[in-house]
C-alpha cells in the first residue's frame, strides 16, 4: 500500500513537471497509435459497409423479394404487395418488372458493311417512377436529364455505366458502351423479340452494379412490350419506417405463406455470402494491421520508458538507497504509462467520435466501388482503447523492472 | 554506549581470478551509538568502498556486518532496503535530490515510504527544513537551489525519518569552503544531540570536526585516533 502511494507520489510530480513537449510527444504518438487501430480496420470494414448501405438504399430496400429460382416471376404479386402494405413497418414498395434485352446506339449511322452499331445486353426495368423514388430516391441520382413521369413513353433512363460520355475516367467498369449518347440521344432496344426507339431522358449514376448497368422505362410500357398482363413483377423492394426490423418483416412475410412464391431476404441476405466474406477478410486485414500498431506502440512505449528509466538511473538508486522500494519505483513508472496510454486513448477516442465521425458520415471516401464509411462501433472502439492501455502498461513495466533490478550502489554511482 | 556498527574481517574485491582487485583487506572496526567518526584517506584508498558496505549500498565478499545488532548478511534485498529505510540516512557528495520534487516533498519521500500520512510526513519534513535553515525554500525545486541550499536539503531529508546513523558520503566536495563550514557545522549540532554520524572525507580539516578518524590506506585501517 505504502509502495502504491509512494509510486503515485512519484508518478504524479514526473508526469507534472517534466518536459511538457516530450509528454506532448508521446501524447501524440499514443493519440496515433489508437487511431491508427481504430480508423484504418473502421476504413476497411467501412469500405464494404458503404457497399452494402448503396446496395440497400439505391437497390433493394431494407428487405427484398425476388422471382424464385424456378419462377420467371414471383406469382401472386399484388396479393404478396398488398399484404407487404399491411404491415405498420413498411413506408413504401417499388415492384419492378425485369426482362433481359439489348439497347443500340448509332444503329442509323452505323450502315456501312463493317460497320455495326453499339449494342449492349442489359436488363431492361419496367417501374412505377413514385414508387421506385420512394424506396430508392433513384431521381436523386441522376447526374443528367430528369427523371420519368408516370404514363410517359418513349423515355428511358439508361445507368452511367452504359454511357460512354459518363464512364470515361472512372476505369474500365464497362468494356462495351455506347458511343455518342447522351440526354436527348435516341436508342433502340429489342425485349422480347420487340423492338422499340426511346428517347434518353435522364443518366443514372450509382456505384451499385445493379442500378448503374440498367436501362429504365415506365413500367406500363415495358409490360406491354413483353406481353405481361398479370402485373406479376420480377423484384419487390421494400423500405421501412426508421428503426424498424428487417428481419421482423422478412419472417411475417414468410409467415404470410409468400416463402413458396419468391425469395424472401433482408437487404444484407440478397448481397450473398460475398460481401460477408469480403467484411471478414477486411476485419483480418484491419486486426493485422492493429496487431502491428499495437506493436509499434509497446516498442515506442518500451523505449520511451527505457530511455527515461536509463537518464534517470542515478536516481532510481538514490530512491532505492534511502529506502524507496522497487515495487514503489516501478509502480511510478507503470502509472506513467498508463497516463500516456489513457491520455492517448482518451484524444484518440475525441478525434474519432467528435472530428472523424461525423466528417465521414458527412463526405464518404469516394471509393471506386463505394461511398466508404468509418464505421466504429463503440465495443470495439472501446476494446481497441483496453487493448492498447494493457500493452503499453507491460510495455512500461519491463524497461523500468530492467534497471531498477540493477545494483543500487552501481545505480548510483552511475557504473 | 553500545556498538551500534560492528564490522568483522570485511573484505570487498571486485572481479574475479587474476583480474580480481581487492580493495577492502580484512577490516574490522567498531563504532559506538552517538559517536561522530571521520573516514579518511586518499583517493582511491577505499574509504567510500568501506562507507557503502557499512551503510548496507553494497555487499561485502567476506566479512560480517553488524548494524545496531541486525545481521546484514543475512537480511534479503527488501530486507536492506527496508531496513535502511527505517534506521539509516544518507547524504551524497553530490545531494543527489529527485529534480522534479521540492525541497518539501524530496524530504518527504521517506516518511511517505515509511506509512505516515502526507499530512504528517510534510509535517515532520518541514521541521527537518527548518532545522538546516531552509523554512523558506520548501517549495523551491533542486534547480533553484545553491550547492549549499541542495546539500542542506539532502541533510535535511537523511534525518527527517530519524534514523540511527548518518552516513555522509564527501559531503562537502561540492561546496566552497564558507558552505562546507555551515554543513559540517549541522552535523556537529546532530552528533551533539546524539546521532551517530560516519562521514567520508578527504579533507583533513573537516576530519577534525569528528570524535573519532578512521584512516584508511590501500584498503587497510592504518590508524584510529
Known sequence: MDSLRVGWFLALRQIKRSSIWTTLLIIFIMTLTFLNLVVVGGILVGLTAGASLAYERQYSGEVFLRNLMTKEYIEQSENVMRTARSFPEVAA??????????????????????????????????????????????????????????????????????????????????????????????????????????????????????????????????????????????????????GASATQVRDGLKAAGFESLARVE????????????????????????????????????????????????????ILKGIGVTASAIEISYVLQSIFYALIGAGLGLIVVYAVLKPYFDGHPINFPFSDGLLVVPIDGTMLRAAVLIAVTIVAGYFPARMIISKNTLDSILGR | MPIIIDAINVVKAYG??????????????????????????????????????????????????????????????????????HNLGYVFQDYALMPELTALENVAVPLLMQGKSKKEAYEKATVALDSVSLAERLMNLPSQLSGGEQQRVSIARSIAHGPKILFADEPTANLDSETSRQVLGIFRELNDKGQTIVMVTHEKEFGLLADRIITVQDGNIVSYR
Open chain 1, 266 to 317: 433482408t437487404s444484407r441476405e440478397s448481397q450473398g455470402t460475398f460481401l460477408d466474406d469480403i467484411e471478414k477478410t477486411f476485419a483480418m486485414l484491419a486486426n493485422v494491421i492493429g496487431g502491428i500498431g499495437i506493436i509499434v506502440a509497446s516498442i515506442t512505449v518500451f523505449i520511451v520508458i527505457f530511455i527515461n528509466a536509463v537518464t534517470r538511473r542515478k536516481y532510481i538508486g
Open chain 1, 93 to 242: 414498395i417499388s415492384g419492378r418488372y425485369i426482362q433481359g434485352g439489348k439497347v443500340e446506339a448509332n444503329y442509323k449511322t452505323a450502315v456501312g458493311p463493317k460497320q455495326s452499331p453499339d449494342s449492349i445486353g442489359v436488363q431492361i426495368v419496367g417501374i412505377d417512377p413514385v414508387s421506385e423514388n420512394a424506396v430508392t430516391g433513384i431521381g436523386e441520382r441522376l447526374i443528367s436529364g430528369e427523371d420519368l413521369k408516370i404514363g410517359e413513353e418513349g423515355y428511358v433512363l439508361l445507368g452511367k455505366n452504359l454511357v460512354e460520355k459518363y464512364t470515361v475516367g472512372s476505369g474500365p467498369i464497362s468494356v462495351v458502351v455506347l458511343h455518342g449518347i447522351d440526354v436527348g440521344s435516341r436508342v433502340r432496344i429489342n425485349v422480347a423479340g420487340r423492338e422499340g426507339e426511346f428517347t434518353v431522358k435522364g443518366i443514372i449514376k450509382s456505384k451499385v452494379g445493379d442500378v448503374s448497368m440498367r436501362v429504365y422505362m415506365v413500367d406500363a410500357e415495358l409490360r406491354r412490350m413483353i406481353g405481361r398482363s398479370d402485373k406479376n413483377v420480377d423484384e419487390i423492394a421494400i423500405r421501412l419506417v426508421p
Open chain 2, 16 to 85: 574475479e581470478g587474476e583480474l580480481q582487485h581487492t580493495v577492502l583487506k580484512n577490516i574490522s572496526l567498531q563504532i559506538e551509538e552517538g559517536e561522530f567518526v571521520a573516514i579518511m584517506g586518499r583517493s582511491g584508498a577505499g574509504k567510500s568502498t568501506l562507507m557503502y558496505q557499512l551503510s548496507l549500498l553494497d555487499r561485502p565478499t567476506e566479512g560480517e556486518i553488524i548494524l545496531d545488532g541486525v545481521y546484514a548478511n543475512t537480511l534479503e534485498e527488501d530486507e536492506r532496503t527496508r531496513f535502511r529505510l
